[in-house]
């Protein structure tokens, strides 16, 4: 697959780094962008980007490498991210964690042979008045118990 940028997108990124006063502030965005269109942020895509917004590469690499939203390896299509942080683990986070490890049968950032689904126990999420919570992709879904988070897992295609 090649890696490249389609000249809409470029103009998107020219349009986010017009957004801020010095166009680097926009790497997150543009690295969010990168990650929807390749999967996951390869080293060759973290170098295209690094040319695309004239940055240095380790200065890509630094910023998708200290936020865990961004994918240094390829995730499943169903990124399944549960909340083992204090307010979920007194609720039963930790418990869900283990469901689901052990439901999909991989562990921590990694996906299924099948590449369905991948796993993640990240830190807070920002929801702690209803915990526990998990993410599935870009949706959110609080309150969570062992038999709901099966129904969410097996709508999952």
């Not at 543009?30 to 942020?41: E, G, N, P, S």
């Not at 307010?87 to 299924?112: D, I, N, P, W």
């Amino acid at each position: 697959m090649e890696i490249a940028f389609t000249s809409e997108e470029l103009e998107q990124i020219e349009k986010l780094k017009a957004l801020y006063p010095e166009s680097k502030a926009a790497i997150m965005p543009v690295l969010w962008m990168a990650q929807k269109k390749f999967d996951w942020l390869s080293e060759d895509v973290m170098k295209h980007v690094a040319e695309v917004m004239d940055l240095p590469y380790a200065h890509v690499m630094g910023v998708a490498s200290f936020y865990t939203m961004y994918h240094k390896k390829p995730m499943g299509r169903n990124h399944v991210q549960v909340c083992t942080n204090i307010s979920c683990m007194l609720k039963g986070g930790m418990e869900v964690y283990e469901h689901v490890k052990q439901r999909l049968g991989v562990g921590h950032t990694q996906a299924t042979s099948d590449g369905k689904f991948s796993l993640e126990e990240v830190e807070c999420m920002g929801a702690c008045g209803g915990a526990p919570m998990i993410a599935i992709n870009e949706d959110f879904y609080e309150n969570v118990t062992l038999q709901s988070t099966d129904a969410l897992l097996d709508k999952c295609v």
